[in-house]
Each structure stands twice: as C-alpha cells, then as structure tokens.
C-alpha cells in the first residue's frame, strides 16, 4: 500500500539527482571542443548523469513496488511509463522522458558507443527533465501524505 513508501529514501534520491543537476550545470553552455579540452569532463560527466538516471529508476521501482495494484516492473522502460500509468508523475512527461532507461543501459553496457558530443548534448537538452522530475515527485509526495 502507499503507506509503506519510505518517505527518507525517496527525498535522498530527489537530493541525488538535484546534486547531479547542479553537478552537471557547469557542463550546459560548453561548446565541444572546451568540454572536451578538460579530460575530466567526460568521466564527470558521465558520472553524474548515470547517478540521476540511478536516482530516478530507484524512485519508480520504490514507489511502483508499494502501490496496491502491484505497479511493480522490471524493465526500465516499463518503469517509466508505469509511474505514468499510476499516476505518480504526468502519462506525457513519462512518454518524453523514457528514454532516460535505455540511455541508462547504453552508460553501463555500452559506454564506448557514447561520445563526448553526444554525452554534452544530452546535458544541453534533456537536464531539465530531471529537475521537472523532482517538482513531480515532490508532488505526488505531497499528495501521498495529505492521503494518508
């Protein structure tokens, strides 16, 4: 049931990924060739978005495991749409962020396939969805405690 959700872990997984925001804004108005003069960067880089990605998947599976109707999954994918489907964050958002799964799985399994301009580019454009993430869960948080 929704009572059984620890409320602790969640927040610490929200705060991962807010850290990992902050973590990887420096990264936002690079150009190419700077981000890729600092040797650093991609290691970092790749570092923290595989933390938010972690973050966010270990949310779903957390919340979707203590639903009532049993919205657990295994797949990522499944993951992301189902809090959709349950209604922990909005069913478009779950549809335009889903691709968060299969990039998590390209960053541990195929990380040589992901170069430094495509790594950027997610930074560049996709940063936001964790930030628009957190303020969603946050939400439904709230929602859950004013339900009891």
């Known amino acids: 049931m929704k009572n059984n959700i620890d409320k602790s872990k969640v927040l610490d997984r929200l705060y991962d990924i807010e850290r990992a ?7 936002r108005e690079l150009d190419l ?3 890729d003069d600092d040797k650093d960067n991609y290691p970092v880089a790749v570092y923290w978005v595989r933390i938010a990605i972690e973050a966010v998947l270990t949310i779903g599976t957390h919340i979707l495991s203590r639903l009532p109707s049993n919205g657990m999954k295994k797949d990522y994918t499944e993951v992301i ?19 968060m799964a299969g990039y998590r799985n390209r960053l541990v399994h ?22 628009t993430f957190n303020h969603y869960i946050k939400d439904y948080l709230k929602k859950f405690n004013e339900e009891g």
Not at 84 to 94: D, L, R, S, T
Not at 110 to 131: N, R, T
Request: no cysteine; proline share 2%; net charge negative.
């Open 81 to 99: 749409l189902s809090m959709g489907n349950y209604e922990v964050i909005p069913k478009e958002f779950a549809r335009e962020i889903k691709g």
């Open 21 to 27: 925001v902050q973590e990887l804004s420096r990264f």
């Open 110 to 131: 195929l990380y040589w396939k992901i170069g430094s301009e495509e790594l950027l580019g997610m930074i560049q454009e996709h940063l936001d969805d964790f930030v």
């Open 33 to 35: 060739q700077t981000f």
